[in-house]
């Protein structure tokens, strides 16, 4: 590889690949943000597969708004606002659709739940908490089957093929209980009430 790409700022190569994208000077940029994007996108998504998918999302968002860079800032600090406000908007959308996705267990729910506990849910780690106590109530095929459906979205019938049911029903069947003992656990419990 060419000294002067190598030695050259971040500031540099970004400025020159926005004049010309050159592929020696695009690999260097990329060499020296990939796993700083995917360590930044892991601490906001705490997951390393979603940190891969949001990195390589994030890194193709550089390079194509390169040109956007405007040399006010270290290309670093451009780079990480970048990273971070797409981070952002990504796990917002995922909290809103955990959320409509909890909330439409409500319908099933003799008493409706309070929504304080959809916003304690939000955070992963609460998620985490309240997948821990569940352990206690639900067994690990109905937790595995709650989770595809309600924070991965996946319909019943994936959900029959990952878990290895025999037929839709018993993977609704899980589904259901689940849906049930969460509920319960919620209500009785009071989940995230210690905070």
């Known amino acids: 590889m060419d000294e002067r790409i190598q030695s050259a700022t971040d500031e540099e190569i ?9 592929d020696d000077l695009c690999a260097e940029l990329f060499r ?3 796993k700083r994007v995917y360590f930044w996108c ?3 998504a705490h ?7 949001l990195a390589q999302e994030i890194l193709a968002k550089i390079f194509r708004g390169i040109g956007s860079f405007a040399g006010r800032s270290r290309f670093s600090t451009w780079a ?15 909290r809103e659709q955990w959320r409509r996705r909890l909330h439409s267990i409500e319908g099933e729910i003799a008493e409706p739940l309070d929504p304080a506990h959809y916003e304690r849910i939000d955070d992963e780690r609460d998620c985490d908490r ?10 690990m095929e109905e937790i595995e089957a709650f989770v ?12 029959t093929k990952m878990l290895g049911c025999r037929n839709t029903t018993g993977a ?24």
């Not at 971070?84 to 995922?94: E, I, T, V």
């Not at 309240?130 to 067994?139: G, W």
């Not at 049930?180 to 209500?187: I, N, P, Q």
């Open 32 to 34: 020296r943000y990939e």
């Open 148 to 159: 595809l459906h309600y924070h991965e979205g996946l319909t019943v019938k994936e959900i």
């Open 42 to 44: 892991f601490s906001h």
């Open 80 to 94: 990480y606002q970048v990273t971070r406000n797409h981070c952002l908007g990504a796990l917002s959308k995922r």
């Open 172 to 195: 609704r069947t899980l589904i259901q209980n689940a849906r049930r003992k969460f509920a319960r656990l919620v209500r009785e419990k009071g989940f995230g009430d210690d905070r």
């Open 130 to 139: 309240l997948l821990e106590a569940a352990r206690d109530v639900m067994d």
């Open 14 to 22: 970004a400025s020159a690949i926005a004049v010309d994208p050159r």
């Open 47 to 53: 997951d390393a597969d979603e940190a891969v998918d």
